[in-house]
C-alpha cells in the first residue's frame, strides 16, 4: 500500500539529534506523494463504482422483494377467494338441504292429510252401509215370514 511506502520512507530517514524531528529523502517523499494523489483518485473512483454497484443490487433485491410480496399477496387473496367460494357453496347447499327438508315435510303432512281425509269419508260412507243393512234387516225382522206358494196340484 501508498501509506506503508510513505511509511517506510519516514522510517528510512534519520533523526536530528536533541529535536524530534527526522530528516528524510525528499524525492523519496515526493514519489510516494506523487504516487498516493494519483492512485486515490482511481481508489475513489473504484469506491464510487463499488457503492453503484451496491445500489443496483440494493434495488434489485427491493424489487424481488416487492415481487415476492406481491405473488404472496395474490395467492393469499385468491385463497380467501376460494375460501369464501366454498363457504359461500356451504351456505347455499345447506340451504338447499332445509329447503328439501321443508318440502318433504309439507309433502309428508299433505299426504297424512289426504289419507286421512279419504279414511273419515271411507268411515261415513261405511256407516251409511251399516245404517243401511241395519234398516234392511230391521225390516226384514219386522215383516212376518212369507209363505210359500201352495203348489199346484194336479
Do not use: C
Not at 504516487?35 to 424489487?63: C, D, F, G, S, Y
Not at 273419515?120 to 243393512?133: C, T
Amino acid at each position: 500500500m501508498l501509506v506503508d511506502r510513505l511509511e517506510a520512507v519516514i522510517n528510512s530517514g534519520w533523526r536530528v539529534p536533541l529535536t524530534g524531528k527526522i530528516q528524510i529523502e525528499e524525492r523519496d517523499a515526493l514519489d510516494a506523494l506523487d504516487l498516493m494523489r494519483t492512485a486515490v483518485p482511481e481508489e475513489i473512483k473504484q469506491a464510487r463504482r463499488i457503492t453503484q454497484e451496491r445500489e443496483k443490487i440494493l434495488a434489485q433485491a427491493q424489487t424481488e422483494a416487492n415481487r415476492l410480496i406481491a405473488q404472496a399477496q395474490e395467492r393469499v387473496e385468491r385463497m380467501v377467494a376460494d375460501d369464501n367460494v366454498r363457504l359461500a357453496a356451504e351456505e347455499r347447499a345447506q340451504e338447499l338441504i332445509n329447503q328439501a327438508r321443508a318440502q318433504a315435510r309439507e309433502v309428508r303432512e299433505g299426504a297424512d292429510q289426504y289419507a286421512m281425509d279419504l279414511l273419515y269419508r271411507l268411515d261415513e260412507e261405511l256407516g251409511r252401509i251399516n245404517g243401511s243393512v241395519r234398516n234392511a234387516m230391521n225390516a226384514m225382522s219386522s215383516q212376518p215370514p212369507a209363505t210359500e206358494p201352495e203348489e199346484e196340484r194336479i
